[in-house]
């Protein structure tokens, strides 16, 4: 079953021949194309309801990982019946997707297996969308809340007017409810795939290397790895660690092209690296 609604990582797709992969400068395009006004009610939703009351109520109903047992390689299958709809670039399954990007770091860096493994990890969270979760919840570019949004969130001076928070002095300045370069660790992010899949791989004790963890988290808080804001939050250890998300976000972005993996053949390595990174029936 594909899962509709409104939100902005996979909405919009710019015309291009389709044996052509994309110019760079076409992706991520929020301001032309026929699935524009859907991606723009995608973000309207979330801007208007990622709160940190409401963050911190889905870490409460998610935290206990008991919504379902499957192993990774059955999470990847789950995602066949999930479109992303924030994302502007892709109209086909997340899965080819997950292979596309594994497959695209495999090649620039073959020594690196456990990066490998973020490439069919780092979207499994959407698995969300398919608990009954609405995708303004799920998916699209992420923020911290609990401070002002900066200016390179997507859609930033037109969709947050109904955000409860941005009206609490708690909430509504640059810091907000923070200290100034307190990490990226102990910020609320808006919730939705990136967080969900991280509490994920903590809970399950997945044994990859720290800089998987945070492409994880992070690779869709595109105002920080790409807008460069947010700045005032970061620690040491978020700079150091950029470049990495930096490098992820490359094969995650430019590898959403048509010409889609022979995922058959592709299996047997990546159920190896499972096995050798988080086996068996994880908790979700």
């Given at each position: 079953?594909?899962?509709?609604?409104?939100?902005?990582?996979?909405?919009?797709?710019?015309?291009?021949?389709?044996?052509?992969?994309?110019?760079?400068?076409?992706?991520?395009?929020?301001?032309?194309?026929?699935?524009?006004?859907?991606?723009f009610t995608t973000y309207k939703l979330m801007?208007?309801?990622?709160?940190?009351?409401?963050?911190?109520?889905?870490?409460?109903?998610?935290?206990?990982?008991?919504?379902?047992?499957?192993?990774?390689?059955?999470?990847?299958?789950?995602?066949?019946?999930?479109?992303?709809?924030?994302?502007?670039?892709?109209?086909?399954p997340n899965s080819f997707h997950a292979f596309?990007?594994?497959?695209?770091?495999?090649?620039?860096?073959?020594?690196?297996?456990?990066?490998?493994?973020?490439?069919?990890?780092?979207?499994?969270?959407?698995?969300?969308?398919?608990?009954?979760?609405?995708?303004?919840?799920?998916?699209?570019?992420?923020?911290?809340?609990?401070?002002?949004?900066?200016?390179?969130?997507?859609?930033?001076?037109?969709?947050?007017?109904?955000?409860?928070?941005?009206?609490?002095?708690?909430?509504?300045?640059?810091?907000?409810?923070?200290?100034?370069?307190?990490?990226?660790?102990?910020?609320?992010?808006?919730?939705?795939?990136?967080?969900?899949?991280?509490?994920?791989?903590?809970?399950?004790?997945?044994?990859?290397?720290?800089?998987?963890?945070?492409?994880?988290?992070?690779?869709?808080?595109?105002?920080?790895?790409?807008?460069?804001?947010?700045?005032?939050?970061?620690?040491?250890?978020?700079?150091?660690?950029?470049?990495?998300?930096?490098?992820?976000?490359?094969?995650?972005?430019?590898?959403?092209?048509?010409?889609?993996?022979?995922?058959?053949?592709l299996r047997p390595y990546y159920q190896g690296?499972?096995?050798?990174?988080?086996?068996?029936?994880?908790?979700?």
């Open positions: 079953m594909k899962v509709t609604g409104p939100d902005p990582s996979l909405v919009y797709r710019p015309d291009v021949d389709p044996e052509v992969a994309k110019d760079k400068a076409s992706f991520r395009n929020y301001t032309s194309g026929p699935l524009l006004d859907r991606v801007h208007t309801h990622q709160t940190v009351d409401f963050v911190r109520s889905k870490h409460a109903q998610f935290g206990g990982f008991s919504y379902k047992k499957m192993t990774v390689m059955e999470a990847v299958d789950l995602l066949d019946g999930l479109v992303d709809e924030s994302d502007p670039d892709v109209d086909f596309q990007t594994a497959e695209g770091i495999r090649k620039a860096h073959p020594d690196k297996d456990w990066f490998h493994l973020v490439g069919l990890l780092h979207d499994l969270g959407k698995v969300l969308a398919l608990f009954g979760e609405p995708q303004w919840a799920v998916v699209g570019d992420t923020f911290p809340v609990g401070c002002r949004p900066q200016a390179s969130v997507v859609f930033c001076d037109s969709t947050f007017q109904d955000n409860p928070d941005l009206q609490d002095p708690r909430y509504s300045t640059e810091l907000g409810m923070y200290q100034p370069h307190c990490g990226l660790d102990r910020v609320l992010m808006s919730w939705g795939h990136d967080e969900y899949m991280y509490q994920v791989m903590k809970f399950n004790k997945f044994s990859l290397p720290p800089e998987a963890f945070y492409m994880i988290r992070f690779h869709s808080f595109y105002p920080w790895h790409t807008g460069r804001d947010y700045q005032q939050l970061c620690s040491q250890q978020d700079l150091a660690m950029l470049p990495w998300v930096r490098e992820f976000n490359k094969f995650d972005l430019y590898t959403k092209c048509p010409d889609l993996p022979d995922v058959d053949k690296l499972i096995d050798k990174y988080c086996p068996g029936i994880l908790s979700w």
